[in-house]
């Protein structure tokens, strides 16, 4: 995921409706590593800024892609 592409990310968590929701299912280490993307910061430093594996921070990331496919698109 491209920092370009995190911060289109946090920045539709901003509006209100159902979008929300998936901000509120992400947890707490989810959200830490998605603000880090936003920063810019490469999938290695995110590793080494939160002491995970590299397999660890993809994880994440899978994670957070399958959650935010499963938000209902706003109307």
């Known amino acids: 995921m491209s920092s ?7 920045q ?3 509006g209100t409706g159902p979008r929300l929701q998936a901000e509120e299912k992400l947890s707490h280490r989810e959200q830490e590593v998605l603000n880090l993307l936003v920063k810019g910061y490469a999938y290695k430093q995110i590793a080494e800024q939160m ?4 397999d660890t921070v993809r994880t994440y990331i899978r994670r957070i892609c399958e959650k935010l496919t499963s938000i209902p698109a706003r109307k």
Do not use: N
Request: aromatic share 8%.
């Open 4 to 10: 370009h592409i995190a911060r289109k990310v946090v």
């Open 12 to 14: 539709s968590f901003q």
């Open 51 to 54: 002491s995970i594996s590299m």
